[in-house]
């Protein structure tokens, strides 16, 4: 575990899931826009299907954006347009319109980080393998744990936020605009600030693509080396992160060779010793 909480790639990864329920505060709203405005099931209908490709989008999209601008960067802008997208919220919150291509939007973005967050993950626990020679992925998962009840607590705040604004059992104030915009505009605010909150923290990855790609290089090197000194040339395992100097591998593949012409040796030797009874059967 003390290895694990020294991984700074983890703890950001950690840091940014106590922050992630506020960004999408105004997704709440959602289904309040099609009952207490739009008042049409029809209509409801067809807003909700088209909703529903922002995910299908989002995770299509994900893997290109990555190629072209980096883990990072996508998590980076994910997370700032998904704040930009609720701040926009805060000036108009009575606009239906923008209050359905704001909450699109949002929807867009964490899907995007359904894709990369998981690979950024993947890359902290390769730094964990490179950098210890350990790669812990079950202890990870423990200090995913404190993350959790930091944002158990914090997952509170939005429901005080309905209560302040007097939404308690009765909805049927969200009838009345004087009640729902206020309450509409508190919850963009909260997912503005929580937007950035979430962004913040991916400043500070610097794993970058190049920097992982020759890290898994010298990962594989030290695979090789240790495949080589346990007798599995062929073969490749996981490494144990120790270092190993030229003149071993030497060493190994000397007293491999040596082996081999041993066993040669050896077959011909007593391919020599049964030719004569072959020839005394015949």
């Given at each position: 575990m003390e290895k694990i909480v020294r991984n700074k790639y983890l703890w950001i990864l950690n840091i940014t899931t106590w922050f992630q329920f506020g960004r999408g505060a105004v997704t709440g709203v959602l289904m309040w826009i099609?009952?207490?405005?739009?008042?049409?099931?029809?209509?409801?209908s067809v807003l909700s299907l088209v909703m529903g490709t922002a995910s299908g989008i989002g995770m299509f999209m994900a893997p290109f954006l990555i190629k072209f601008f980096g883990k990072r960067n996508v998590a980076?802008?994910?997370?700032?347009?998904?704040?930009?997208?609720?701040?926009?919220?805060i000036i108009f919150p009575s606009n239906v319109v923008l209050l359905f291509i704001s909450t699109y939007i949002v929807f867009w973005g964490a899907a995007v980080q359904i894709i990369s967050q998981p690979a950024m993950n993947a890359d902290a626990l390769d730094y964990q393998q490179y950098a210890t020679g350990d790669r812990f992925e079950g202890m990870s998962g423990n200090l995913g744990m404190i993350g959790q009840i930091i944002a158990l607590g914090t997952g509170f705040i939005i429901p005080a936020i309905y209560e302040v604004n007097g939404l308690l059992d009765d909805y049927d104030i969200l009838y009345d605009p004087i009640v729902r915009e206020p309450l509409f505009r508190t919850l963009a605010?909260?997912?503005?600030?929580?937007?950035?909150?979430?962004?913040v923290p991916f400043f500070f990855w610097d794993l970058s693509e190049k920097k992982h790609k020759k890290m898994i290089e010298e990962l594989k090197e030290r695979a090789a080396k240790e495949n080589m000194l346990n007798g599995y040339e062929h073969e490749s395992v996981l490494s144990s992160g120790e270092n190993f100097d030229g003149t071993d591998s030497?060493?190994?593949?000397?007293?491999s060779k040596?082996?081999?012409?041993a066993d040669c040796a050896e077959v011909t030797s007593e391919e020599v010793a049964t030719q004569p009874n072959k020839e005394k059967e015949v």
């Open positions: 099609y009952i207490y405005i739009l008042q049409n099931a029809n209509l409801q980076i802008f994910s997370n700032i347009i998904m704040a930009a997208a609720s701040a926009l919220l605010i909260v997912a503005t600030v929580f937007g950035v909150l979430c962004a030497l060493q190994v593949e000397m007293a040596n082996e081999n012409e």
